[in-house]
């Protein structure tokens, strides 16, 4: 917890950086907390709590759009709550949660790219919806949604190439499967 917030205090003050494994987004975010609250404990942790806040309805949505039960998805977000290493990890002023919460909207984004694409096959049977192209150009959204969050989550740690290999695996799956259903 030291290193961290110390170089977030350089970047927000244009000094030179003492720590530099990881690229610096996210000790950039971090940076927001300690320019509004100081160089407190409070300042330097503040937005990792909030990303890890907003960890837990992401991932109610997308447990949502996986199963389409709401008792998995309640399941599910109430174990992340209450697990303790997300307890910790958004509390200390660490760079983790930051890359997880840009790994988990990368995925998320990459699922919808899938679920549109699902809904452009049943579109097929609706000419005029193909026409306005409002379908395909969602479509394209969610996967460029998907490819900024990764590259976000690149910015924060390396840790992040790691699930880029796992969304490039699942992007290869949607093709496949659409080459597949061509006549």
Known sequence: EIYHPRTAYEHLHLMPYYETTHP???????????????????????????????????????????FERTRYSVLGTL?????FMHFVQTRIATIDVFVTLFIMLSYYFMFMFLFGKRAL???????????????????????ALSGLMFGFGAASKWI????GAGLAVELLLIFVGVYMALP
């Open 24 to 66: 610096p987004l996210g000790k950039l975010i971090m940076s927001i907390g300690i320019a509004v609250f100081g160089m407190t404990p409070f300042g330097w942790r503040v937005m990792g709590t909030t990303f890890g806040i907003i960890m837990l309805p992401l991932l109610y949505i997308l447990l949502k759009k996986l």
């Open 160 to 163: 992040c190439i790691y699930a």
């Open 121 to 143: 096959d049943l579109a097929k049977n609706n000419p005029t919806k193909l026409k306005e192209g409002k379908t395909i150009w969602k479509l394209i959204g969610t996967l």
């Open 79 to 83: 174990i992340f709550a209450f697990d």
